[in-house]
DNA sequence: TTGTAAGCGTTATCAT
DNA sequence: ATGATAACGCTTACAA
């Protein structure tokens, strides 16, 4: 047996197609009468019947469905921002379809042609602002929310921002109180705009009498030692003073820093004092744990979706940036005297 | 101006509708001439046509969109399945829309609701046998390819296994060669048969003269960690021998382990070894890394979706368990006399 | 209070 | 080689 229409609950309730309809969308007050009602809800059920969604899509012209793109899944916070974004779509009957943009974030190659759904909106998560126009490209007036994302860029129909500034400001103060004079940057490789304004809040921060080094990794455990063995070799004579405090982008970045330094036998935190961001899983899997900056991941992805349902609404969406927290841990302690 | 429609390119080559949409679903050898095939095609690209694609699906009767239903995303195991399965997908034109199952593994609550999307078949990742029957309940018909699962079960169109077995004898074999024989098991709290299957090739390993001793964790690194100090900590007097070796079902229950061996002053691995399994990145995380299973977790997923691909063209779809790999890292030593 | 009918944009079957 | 036409299952005026 083939799955009922619309059309066999109608014929089997004994009533017409439309009756159905008005009865099952729930918009049927004072159209159709309480015991048809009910007994059309009984037959529809008795039937097991679910309606065709390709034909409300087509009748409707609007999917209920929005595309979030991300660069990868397997940074864990991605994976939160998906979740909260599903989670406040279900609740508006509403689907998420995620696009993996293929090189991190290089321009979005047609996002259509893979999540093969017709949409009514896209959220893109911490993408480079060139990506975006390769989004935008495909269709102009698709409403369009950026998380994380320059919000002087324009072009989006909301952002959803985040306090990475004060996140940043924060770690740089408390390194600042502990001591710290001598820092290293171990910032993300690839450009883009979150990871921008994080350079830009720690330079602001550190004041006179401090030194900064920069040096860039890509987002793998991996690649972040490596950078940072290569760093740390050249202040292995005295000549130069040795960074005591190394302020990443990122957790992955941070783990990646504590290996090379332990390679290097040099001793975490006495020796140097290496802080995260993001706060995920891995920042209290590796010992010390990680001093770091607790970013709100599925709030963001929640919010991401309730702007794009405000816009869909015609309603304008603006909040304030979300908050973040400083958690200090292991990882950070007042540089010993050599 | 509104998206144009076949129509609207048809009227604007000044061919039938018929004529575009042979053209266009590349269909049309001894059907259409050369020239007006062109012609259409580039009419088409000017005018940015698109196929409206809930159109498209109501004829069809099919969606080309698989649903993939995983316990969470945050597991770094299930974001790989996911991307080797959209993958795959990708490439044959098909979509795959994820459903996050609620309680970790407990049975799937209408996962229509949320991924408001016809669908043309189910992919289930590690779940419960009971969650089977919540999924296959809402449409029997719809064919189902279960990875990580039960294979003797029964129900599903196709089974895509991993040699897990096979993975967990050659970790117990490597620490009986180091000399170990007191075991042991972190497992983790979920019922399912992905770790049933590990507990029992673990026990068939373990020969005389061993002792095995399971505990049982959420699959979380605090939990895995509280678990293991209380496990612990009963064999702190000299009256039972203490375990040299912790064998665990995942690499996050093994960062677990570690952490707890380490706050009761425990040194890895002289004192302790411990294994993982996965090889996720966690597992070179931590200090020591992780001796672990390596498992092809992307693999898992692209062969999910060629076997749905396979059972949706009538083929049936049998392939070998997916071999793993013993990757022997730090976390393992031989026991040290005492 | 309920039924009739048109149309959403596509593809497929028939004529021409 | 091409065009007219009928579905697919649903929603929503409008008619009864």
Redesign the interface.
Known sequence: MT?PTSRDVAHAAGVSQATVSLVLAGKWRGRVSERTATHVRETADALGY?P????R??RLGS???ALLVVP???N?FF??V??GA?KV??GH??????Y?SPDGTGPARDP???????LDGIIASSMATDALEGIRGEDQDLPLVMLDSDPTAGGASAYVNIALADGMTAVTTHLLDQGHRHFLHLASAVDSWTFDIRAAALARTLGPGTTLRTVRAPL???DACAAMERALADHTGPATARPTAVVCDDD?LA?GA??AA?RLGLALPEDLSVTGFDDM??A????PELTTVRIPAERVGEDGMRALLAVLEGHAWTAPPLPVELVVRGSTAPPTAR
Do not use: H, M, P, Q
């Open positions: 799955r679910r065709n969604l390709a034909a899509n087509l999917t209920r469905t990868a899944l397997t864990e994976a939160r998906y979740t599903a779509a279900a009957g509403f689907g998420v379809v995620l993996l259509f042609a893979s999540a093969r759904t017709a793998t455990i991996t992955i783990v504590c290996k332990r899983a891995l209290t899997a590796v010992e």
